[in-house]
Nanobody
Framework: HVELVESGGGSVQAGQSLRLSCQAS?????MGWFRQAPGKQREGVSF????????YYSDAVKDRFSISRDNAGTTVYLQMDNLQPGDTATYIC??????????????????????WGQGTRVTVSA
């Protein structure tokens, strides 16, 4: 069992920045973020293989968001710059149960998630 604890959400105005953190209770192969806005489907945002640093960004956030990890490999960070109202959502940290991360050939497979965090709310006002 892996516990994921997120922090860093909040309310900002458009153009501002936030940094989310997710700490795992034990080392995992991959960690990252999904988000879910009210009335919308959950979507993949950004993921990273902890050892290699290979990462994925959705088209909606690439060039604005950046994922990184700490030296211990148990915490990932999501730096979110130039936030827009469309980024408003609950951001949920995730880790796989296997060694395979959530994307292959730019397609996100949410069914590969083994562990979910509790989510942290991000609200961006115009």
């Amino acid at each position: 069992h892996v516990e994921l604890v997120e922090s860093g959400g909040g309310s900002v105005q458009a153009g501002q920045s936030l940094r989310l953190s997710c700490q795992a209770s034990k080392p995992v192969t991959c960690m990252g973020w999904f988000r879910q806005a009210p009335g919308k489907q959950r979507e993949g945002v950004s993921f990273m293989y902890i050892e290699s640093g290979q990462s994925y960004y959705s088209d909606a956030v690439k060039d604005r968001f950046s994922i990184s990890r700490d030296n211990a490999g148990t915490t990932v960070y999501l730096q979110m710059d130039n936030l827009q109202p469309g980024d408003t959502a609950t951001y949920i940290c995730a880790a796989p149960r296997t060694r395979v991360c959530f994307w292959r050939q730019s397609i996100v497979y949410a069914e590969d998630v083994g562990w979910w965090g509790q989510g942290t709310r991000v609200t961006v006002s115009a």
